[in-house]
Each structure stands twice: as C-alpha cells, then as structure tokens.
C-alpha cells in the first residue's frame, strides 16, 4: 500500500516562496500518476500540479508559472516548489497518487492515496 507524508508547509509572507515534500514509506510503482492538491478553509479540494512516470506535467491555471512540481523517479520524494505566494495560496496541501495515465488528472476521484496534508499559510 501507497503511504504519503507531506513536510514543508509553514508560514510565509505574500511573494515569498515553500517547498513541499512529500515521501511515499510504502509500495513504490513504476508506472504512476501523482498530484498535489490543496483546500481553503470552508472550501473544496481542488488540483495544483500532476506529473506521471514519464515527467508529464498539468498545472492549474491559478499556479501556472509560479508552481513547479517535480519527481526523479519511482522512489524519490515528491516536491512542490512554490514561489511568488500570494494570500490566495492559503491552505492545507495535499498529495496523492493514482494509476498512470498519459496527462494526470487534477481531478480529486482519480487518485486512491492521499497524504494527511501539511498547512500552508500566506499572511504579512
């Protein structure tokens, strides 16, 4: 079984810049989609950023050009780089992952394992 911690989250002031781990403990796949996702308070999970085995990258279009997500392969950790942070970032960030397909989706319901979540919080 899949199993994902996320680190990183904290406090930061608006333009300022996280990097978010996460690390699977369990069973590696080769093949895979993986994504961060991130909910506001009161709000929805919604999508942020997918890569799969073969580097295939989808982002949001509220993060495009600020985040970057990335991933070596099968067994390093998942990161999510994130520069110019505005208020709007506010949230508790997730990751997750699924089985592979050629564009990973940003949808939550295609992913099968989730991290807790790590907070991340954009304030002057």
């Known amino acids: 079984e899949v199993q994902l911690t996320e680190s990183g989250g904290g406090l930061v002031q608006p333009g300022g810049s996280l990097r978010l781990s996460c690390a699977n403990s369990?069973?590696?796949?080769?093949?895979?989609?993986m994504a961060w996702f991130r909910q506001a308070p009161g709000g929805e999970r919604e999508g942020v950023a997918s890569?799969?085995?073969?580097?295939?990258?989808r982002y949001a279009d509220s993060v495009n050009g600020r985040f970057a997500i990335s991933k070596e392969n099968n067994k390093n950790p998942l990161y999510l780089q994130m520069n110019n942070l505005s208020p709007e970032d506010t949230g508790i960030y997730f990751c997750?992952?699924?089985?592979?397909?050629?564009?990973?989706?940003?949808?939550?319901?295609?992913?099968?394992?989730w991290g807790q979540g790590t907070q991340v919080t954009v304030s002057s």
């Open positions: 997750a992952h699924g089985p592979y397909d050629r564009i990973c989706s940003l949808e939550p319901d295609q992913y099968n394992y």
């Open positions: 369990g069973t590696t796949y080769r093949n895979y989609c």
């Open positions: 890569i799969n085995n073969k580097y295939a990258r």
